[in-house]
């Protein structure tokens, strides 16, 4: 799989394998991070990843085992980038569901909080640049500022995205 550049949809179909494979004990720890560390290698692949792994059932993404952990410290941007625009979309929606009194909400909030564990695990000099970056971004400045104007939140939601930020922290 060195070369393999899955597409976004493979590596979600692949992720959603693995996943309950490693639940059911028929891939240890060490199996699975090394599956997902060549997925994450590219952003349809990290992506494809994210998407399922922190929004299904699977506990892989509240146990972290420490061979994935690895993987994902050992990764380029792409991962601490995919995971702290997670965690600004899914505390967005938490609020935008709660308005509207959609069970959806347990979802993205079960989402903020494994992108908010997951962040504490992650390198913490590429976390925390990513998040000031976040930060001045819901200020009205910065490099992710393109990234929350295409979804035009607002108050309340960047409100909840700078409460995220800072949980990150604690």
């Known amino acids: 799989m060195n070369d393999y550049k899955p597409t976004f949809k493979q590596a979600m179909d692949a992720t959603m394998i693995w996943c309950k494979s ?12 090394d599956r997902i560390g060549e997925l994450i290698k590219t952003v349809d692949g990290a992506r494809g990843f994210f998407v399922v ?17 690895f993987q994902l410290r050992n990764s380029r941007e792409i991962v601490v980038d ?38 504490k695990l992650l390198d913490s000099n590429k976390v925390k640049e990513h998040l000031d970056l976040l930060l001045a971004a819901t200020k009205g400045n910065g490099t992710y500022l393109k990234f929350l104007n295409r979804w035009d939140f607002n108050e309340q939601q960047i409100n909840a995205i700078s409460e995220s930020i800072y949980k990150v922290a604690t």
């Open 82 to 119: 995919l995971v702290v625009k997670n965690l600004a979309m899914s505390s967005a929606m938490v609020i935008t569901h709660r308005e509207k009194n959609n069970p959806q909400e347990i979802q993205s909030e079960r989402i903020k909080i494994r992108c908010i564990e997951l962040l």
């Open 22 to 33: 490693w639940e059911n004990d028929e891939i240890s720890d060490e199996v699975i991070a």
């Open 53 to 69: 792994s922190l929004s299904i059932d699977c506990p892989l993404m509240d146990r972290f085992p420490d061979a994935l952990i």
